[in-house]
């Protein structure tokens, strides 16, 4: 038999079919060319989080029995996968399968690889997010939980029954924001709904892409909300760029670009960071915290392959402040430890 050294290869050696879905920093699915050229080590991961890519992998055979990895691997400096970990996954279940990849996996060996070293349990929201998405992707119904959701964001709930809603249904919704009358529902709910319900929906909705009205909605929200509630807005706007932006400049000019923003923009918001005038605002607001925090947090943003060059430029910005300057050399200094 020949070497089975990548996932895919050992996926289509098995004869399944599969999809692949990113769920470090936004649950959004991977196209398989992407993913064969991250897997053959050509290009970097797109989404790394923490030094690791976390990713699910759905898979299914000619039965349609379906089945999930969630997996996450280590990447290197350069930000592509690390082969040896990946060796040893793959490693595990041809031993489970006793080295015939074409053997079906029983529950009791699919329970076994969920409990291995690579694997990692997603957040509720993503979850959630995830379970709506594949669901769609794999032409299956919602959950049971869409209908009530459905009803209470069309008004024919009271809001007041805001915790008989599942996020999985929420989720359910927000996936299927172009289907019948969906964007409308979720639009009108912003002013309806119980605030738990909309910081649930900016859950959700912080995964998949939004229009201009719903963003420019969502906009008007983080300027009104309480200030510990305007990171859940902030993040809603992460697949639209343009008001990404504005909403930054929003908290900046209101002094807001506390903690809480700052790790909110280097998870969901990251397109900000490709503005130079953002750039430059964003790592002199992060220079404020502590030196940890700051080494943290860019060391996770320049492995972002989109913004690392630009990163990588700022070190050397002459016009920096002497704090960030400070914080730079903190951030060399524990490197070189």
């Not at 997603?122 to 594949?134: G, T």
């Not at 769609?136 to 959701?149: D, H, I, N, R, T």
């Not at 509630?229 to 706007?237: E, G, P, T």
């Amino acid at each position: 038999m020949t070497e089975i050294t990548t996932l895919s290869q050992f996926l289509t050696t098995a004869q399944t079919q599969f999809q692949v879905y990113d769920l470090g920093r936004r649950v959004q699915h991977i196209d398989m060319l992407a993913f064969h050229q991250i897997e053959s080590l050509a290009t970097p991961y797109p989404y790394p989080i923490q030094g690791h890519a976390q990713f699910a992998i759905v898979f299914w055979n000619a039965n349609q029995q379906h089945f999930i990895w969630f997996l996450k691997l280590a990447l290197d400096e350069q930000g592509l996968l690390s082969p040896a970990p990946r060796s040893q996954f793959i490693d595990m279940v041809l031993s489970a399968l006793g080295q015939d990849p074409t053997q079906p996996l029983s529950d009791e060996q699919q329970e076994r690889l969920a409990n291995n070293p690579f694997s990692f349990k997603p957040s509720q929201e993503k979850l959630a997010v995830f379970n709506a998405l594949v669901r769609k992707q794999l032409g299956q119904a919602a959950s049971a939980q869409y209908e009530f959701a459905l009803q209470y964001l069309c008004g024919q709930i009271a809001p007041s029954q805001w915790q008989h809603i599942g996020i999985q249904g929420i989720a359910d919704v927000c996936v299927r924001l172009n289907e019948l009358d969906h964007e409308a529902h979720v639009l009108t709910s912003f002013d309806s709904a119980a605030k738990e319900v909309q910081i649930a929906l900016c859950q959700c909705l912080e995964h998949v892409h939004i229009s201009t009205a719903l963003a420019t909605r969502l906009f008007y929200k983080l300027i009104q909300a309480d200030i510990n509630d305007k990171a859940y807005f902030l993040r809603a706007l992460a697949s639209h760029p343009e008001l990404s932006q504005q909403a930054f400049q929003h908290l900046h000019q209101a002094s807001l670009l506390d903690a809480t923003t700052l790790i909110s923009i280097a998870g969901r918001n990251w397109t900000v960071l490709k503005q130079e005038v953002s750039r430059s605002i964003y790592l002199e607001a992060l220079a404020l915290q502590s030196q940890s925090f700051f080494n943290q947090v860019f060391a996770d943003i320049v492995a972002i392959p989109s913004l690392r060059e630009h990163l990588l430029g700022e070190l050397r910005n002459p016009n920096r402040s002497v704090q960030l300057s400070q914080a730079i050399g903190g951030l060399f200094k524990a490197a070189s430890k």
